[in-house]
Structure formats: structure tokens, C-alpha cells
């Protein structure tokens, strides 16, 4: 294992202040509070006002993670929002963050590798901030995914919440930082979750928004399996890459989908509950963010602190799956 490069030096996160609980939606669709939280976990999530910007959640979650990692916007020199629900289809919504921040020295890009679009921001961050002349990144994951819900679509909208999370990276002290990374993809099976609309393949005519075509398309039992199987794979690849056990971690950092998914992925490493941070309860499947937020809940309450060996994975659209080891 070589000496990490990169580490963090502080989090974030921003949510809105609207809650949407499984009782609301009993009243919007053929569901029941009592399904909901029986397969899902879910009790509630947080909703943004339609029409609120990424940006508003991902200014917010960077500007706390800059305040606590003591870092001023004018020294960061790059900005990574990892999305797939970003203010426009251009530019991207890393610049509308630079600009709100003041970060005016930093480059500015977006990556698109949905739920997983976290742990993608943070390892290409920590890559170019290797062989590059960067000092200090910010990165962001966020999503507003109740802006393509179908509202009518029981199987899709009981699932997502909005918000957004952030971590500040710099340079590697005393042993502690990224240890290890993977990122993974199978394009064959982008069928089994997508967005069609929207992009060259769906413009949106008149018709296509009437067919619904910018709203999630998903088979939920073949993501859950396929979930279940490749977050399992690909933390026992950064274990191995880091030299170390799954006993060796404080937390695992799990993305939030749903809970049934993380307790199968804990029950294959025989990780008690004391040993998985879930907070899928209050905001449900926030998509990008639900890593960083967790993270940054889990630091300020205590739960971690500095030196803490802490392993994050996610699955999502794509398919695309990450992992990483990070040493806090
Ligand atoms: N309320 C009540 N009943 C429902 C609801 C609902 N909201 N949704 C589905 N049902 C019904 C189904 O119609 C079905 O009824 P039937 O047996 O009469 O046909 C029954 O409940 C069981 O449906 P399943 O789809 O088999 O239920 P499952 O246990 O698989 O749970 C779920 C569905 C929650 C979607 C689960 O499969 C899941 O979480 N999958 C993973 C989703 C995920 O992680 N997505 C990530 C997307 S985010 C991203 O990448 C952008």
C-alpha cells in the first residue's frame, strides 16, 4: 500500500428544510406508510421547493465543508460536483458553486455517475491531485432527484430525497487520507435504471412530456441484486488494496438506498449495526449526496474523528459502483 496523498480536511452538507414523510405520500399515491418503511426503511425525506437549483443545496454543503476544513474559496483550485440532476444541461453546476463561492482560482466540472457520484468526484480528485499541480479540492456530491420523480409512480416515489454533501481535500499528513479507490461500470445493464428524457436521444417535445419521458425509469428488484452483489465485490477490492480487514474499519459508509440492501451488504462482512452509519430512515435515497452527508454527519456528531479507518461504497445508475478506504 502506498502512502495516501490526499486527505480530508473538512465536510459538510446542506438538505432542505421540507420534510415529505410516508404519510404524506399515502395521500399521493396507492402506497402504505407501513410498506414503505417495511421494505425500504424509509420513515421521511427532505423535498426542495420545485424549481430550487443544485446549486442552492451545493453552495450551502461546500461552504460549510470550506468553513470547517479552515480553507478560504480563493485557495481552491478545483471543484467537482458529482450529479445528475445539475442546475442545466450546461454549464456545468461546478461553475454556478465556483462562482457563488468565490473560488475564482479553482477549475470547474461535473461528473455524472449518479448514485456513485460521490466516491467518482473524490477519486479523480485525489488522481489529479497527484500528478497535478492542485492543492486543495472541493468535492461535492448532490441531487434534487424529486425533480424527475413521476409522482404517480408508487415504485420510484417513495424512494428519493433531495440534499447535498461536500468534502475538502488537501494534502496528506501523518498516514491518514484516501488509501484506496475503485470505480466500476456495466453499461449493458443501463436499462434496469434510467432518465431517458431529456437529452439528444428525448428532446423535450411536447410529446415526450406528455409520455412522461424525464421521469426515472427502474426495475427495483434487479438494482437491489445487483446492488447487493457488486458493493459487496468491490469493498472486499479496496480492503485488499488497502492491506487491510473489514475489521480494521471504525465505519462503513454505505450509499442509502434502501435498508434492506445495506443489511445485506453488513450481514456478508458480519458488520453489527454499532458499525454502519444508516440514516436512510430521515432523508431516503438522496442519490450523490447520501455519502457525504452521512460522512459529515457522522464526523460532527462524534461518531468519527481524526485517524479513523472509514470505508464508503455505493451502486447506482449506470450501472456504476465505487468504493474507497479513507483514513480520516
Ligand atoms: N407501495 C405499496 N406497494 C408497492 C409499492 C409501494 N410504494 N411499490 C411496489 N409495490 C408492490 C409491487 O407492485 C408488488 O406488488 P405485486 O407483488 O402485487 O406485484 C410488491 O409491492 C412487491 O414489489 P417489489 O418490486 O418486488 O418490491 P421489493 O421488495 O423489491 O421493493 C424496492 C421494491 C423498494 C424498489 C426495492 O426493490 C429497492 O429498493 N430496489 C433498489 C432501488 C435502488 O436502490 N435504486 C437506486 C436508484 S438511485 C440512482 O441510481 C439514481
Not at 7 to 26: R, Y
Not at 108 to 125: E, H, K, P, R, W
Not at 174 to 179: D, P, S
Amino acid at each position: 500500500m502506498s502512502n495516501p496523498k490526499t486527505m480530508i480536511l473538512g465536510t459538510g452538507h446542506a438538505v432542505p428544510d421540507k420534510i415529505l414523510s410516508n404519510a404524506d405520500l399515502e395521500k399521493m399515491v396507492d402506497t402504505s406508510g407501513r410498506w414503505i418503511q417495511e421494505r425500504t426503511g424509509i420513515l421521511e425525506r427532505r423535498v426542495v421547493e420545485p424549481g430550487t437549483p443544485l446549486s442552492e443545496l451545493a453552495v450551502l454543503a461546500g461552504r460549510r465543508a470550506l468553513e470547517d476544513a479552515g480553507v478560504d474559496p480563493a485557495d481552491v483550485d478545483l471543484i467537482i460536483v458529482g450529479t445528475v440532476t445539475g442546475d442545466m444541461k450546461f454549464p456545468a453546476t461546478a461553475c454556478f458553486v465556483q462562482a457563488a463561492l468565490g473560488a475564482s482560482n479553482a477549475a470547474a466540472f461535473d461528473v455524472s455517475a449518479a448514485c456513485s457520484g460521490f466516491i467518482y468526484g473524490l477519486q479523480i480528485a485525489d488522481a489529479l491531485m497527484q500528478n497535478a499541480s492542485y492543492r486543495r479540492a472541493l468535492v461535492i456530491g448532490g441531487d434534487i432527484l424529486t425533480s424527475m420523480v413521476d409522482w404517480e409512480d408508487r415504485d420510484t416515489c417513495i424512494l428519493f430525497g433531495d440534499g447535498a454533501g461536500a468534502a475538502v481535500l488537501g494534502p496528506a499528513k501523518e498516514g491518514r487520507g484516501i488509501l484506496s479507490t475503485s470505480l466500476r461500470s456495466d453499461g449493458s445493464l443501463a436499462h434496469l435504471l434510467y432518465n431517458p428524457g431529456c437529452g439528444s436521444l428525448n428532446p423535450p417535445t411536447e410529446e415526450n412530456v406528455r409520455k412522461k419521458i424525464h421521469t426515472i425509469r427502474m426495475e427495483g428488484r434487479e438494482v437491489f441484486r445487483h446492488a447487493v452483489k457488486n458493493m459487496t465485490e468491490i469493498l472486499r477490492q479496496v480492503l485488499r488494496q488497502s492491506d487491510l480487514e473489514i475489521t480494521d474499519l471504525d465505519m462503513l459508509i454505505p450509499h442509502q438506498a434502501n435498508l434492506r440492501i445495506i443489511e445485506a451488504v453488513s450481514k456478508k462482512f458480519g458488520l453489527g449495526s454499532d458499525k454502519v452509519y444508516i440514516n436512510v430512515e430521515r432523508f431516503g435515497n438522496t442519490s450523490a449526496a447520501s455519502i457525504p452527508i452521512a460522512l459529515d454527519e457522522a464526523s460532527k456528531s462524534g461518531r468519527l474523528g481524526a485517524g479513523d479507518h472509514v470505508g464508503v461504497v455505493a451502486f447506482g445508475a449506470g450501472f456504476a459502483w465505487a468504493a474507497g478506504i479513507i483514513r480520516l
